[in-house]
C-alpha cells in the first residue's frame, strides 16, 4: 500500500469577506497525499479547517491555489491554471455528508436518493437494473427493500445516514471523504456505522478521508493521522505514531481530552487545558498559528511560521520547540487510548 491516490501540494482556501478587503483563511497552504487502500484521519476543533479541506479536494468548493492530484491526473493545478472537467471524476471521488439529514432531498423517497447518481451517469440500461441495484445499495449499508418507497424523515438518525452512505457507494467509488459522519449519531449507533466503514473499506477496496473531532473514533479507523489548526496541518503521523509519541501541544491538548475508561489510568493522566481562544481566521497570528495558546511560545514563534518537516519516519510537525514538547509529554503526560 504505497502508491498515492490523493496528493494535495499547498492547498488554500480563502473567502472574501462582504464590504472588505480582508479574507477568511479557512485553509491556509496544506500539504499530503494519501495512499491507495488506506484511511487518512483528519482531526481538529470546529472551525479549523477540516470540512473546508475535503470540500475543496472533491472540488465541491473552487480552492483558491494549490493542485490536486488524483490517481496521477493533476486536477487543479493554480499556478498552471488547470481545472479538470470533475464529471468523470465524480464516479470515482464522493462524500458522505455529516449531517443525515440536511444532505437528503425532503422530497425524493430513498430510492430516488439513492438512485439519482446511476440517472445522472447512465448506469444502468432499464428500470429494473436501477431497481434492482438501488436494493443492492440498501442491503450492503443493513436496509432492506421496503425503506425504497419512504422519505428521509421517516428514518432514524442512523438509517439517514446508511442512505447517504448508499448514495455515495452507488457509483462504485475509489474514494470517500467522510466528512464527520457519527458526529450526530448516538455513541451506539456511531460503533456501529464506524464498523461498516471498515467492513465495506475491506470489501470495496476503498480508500477513505476521514474527518472528525473525536480523536478516539479517528484513531479507532485510520491508517495515518493529520492534526489541523487554524487552517493550518500541525502534525502528521501513523496514528499509534501520533498516539503515543505527539510531540505538538495542540495535538497532546486534543489526546488529553479523549475519555479513558480504566479510572486508575484516568487518575494518573494530566488533562492539558489551553489558555484562550482560537484567533480569528481573518486576521491569524504572524508566525505560528498556535503560539496565542501555546506554554512554550517565545519570540521566535511569534515572528517565524513553523516549517511543517519530518521529525521521525513519515513523523512531520510545524513546532519550533519540537524537543520541548516532546520531553514535556514524556514526563508529564502518560496518556493512553483504549
Not at 15 to 38: M, R
Not at 111 to 139: F, M, P, T
Not at 147 to 174: K, W
Not at 231 to 244: D, Q
Amino acid at each position: 500500500m504505497s502508491e498515492k491516490l490523493i496528493d494535495i501540494e499547498g492547498l488554500k482556501q480563502y473567502f472574501p469577506v462582504a464590504g472588505s478587503k480582508a479574507q477568511v483563511k479557512a485553509v491556509d497552504d496544506v500539504s499530503f497525499f494519501i495512499k491507495k487502500g488506506e484511511t487518512f484521519g483528519l482531526v481538529g476543533e470546529s472551525g479549523c479547517g477540516k470540512t473546508t479541506t475535503g470540500r475543496s479536494i472533491l472540488r465541491l468548493i473552487e480552492p483558491t491555489a494549490g493542485k490536486i492530484t488524483y490517481d496521477g491526473d493533476v486536477i487543479f493545478d493554480s499556478k498552471s491554471g488547470k481545472k479538470a472537467d470533475m464529471l468523470p471524476y465524480r464516479r470515482k471521488m464522493q462524500i458522505v455528508f455529516q449531517d443525515p439529514y440536511a444532505s437528503l432531498d425532503p422530497r425524493m423517497t430513498v430510492g430516488d436518493i439513492v438512485g439519482e447518481a446511476l440517472d445522472i451517469h447512465n448506469l444502468c440500461k432499464d428500470k429494473k437494473e436501477r431497481y434492482d441495484r438501488i436494493i443492492g445499495l440498501l442491503q450492503r449499508v443493513g436496509l432492506n427493500s421496503e425503506h425504497a418507497n419512504r422519505y428521509p424523515h421517516e428514518f432514524s438518525g442512523g438509517q439517514r445516514q446508511r442512505v447517504g452512505i448508499a448514495r455515495a457507494l452507488a457509483v462504485d467509488p475509489e474514494f470517500i471523504v467522510c466528512d464527520e459522519p457519527v458526529s450526530a449519531l448516538d455513541v451506539s449507533i456511531q460503533a456501529q456505522v464506524v464498523n461498516m466503514f471498515e467492513e465495506l473499506q475491506n470489501e470495496l477496496k476503498l480508500t477513505y478521508l476521514f474527518i472528525a473531532h473525536d480523536l478516539s473514533v479517528v484513531n479507532h479507523i485510520s491508517d495515518r493521522i493529520g492534526v489541523m489548526y487554524l487552517g493550518h496541518l500541525v502534525e502528521l503521523a501513523e496514528s499509534e505514531e501520533l498516539i503515543f509519541h505527539a510531540v505538538h501541544p495542540y495535538t497532546l491538548s486534543l489526546i488529553s481530552a479523549v475519555p479513558i475508561a480504566d479510572p486508575k489510568i484516568a487518575r494518573a493522566s494530566k488533562r492539558i487545558i489551553l489558555q484562550g481562544d482560537v484567533p480569528s481566521p481573518l486576521n491569524p497570528p504572524k508566525g505560528c498559528a498556535f503560539c496565542t495558546r501555546c506554554p512554550y511560545a517565545d519570540e521566535i514563534c511569534q515572528n517565524e511560521k513553523p516549517e511543517f518537516k519530518e521529525i521521525g519516519p513519515g513523523h512531520y510537525c510545524a513546532c519550533h520547540h519540537v524537543d520541548i514538547a516532546s520531553l514535556s509529554r514524556k514526563s508529564k503526560n502518560k496518556m493512553v487510548i483504549v
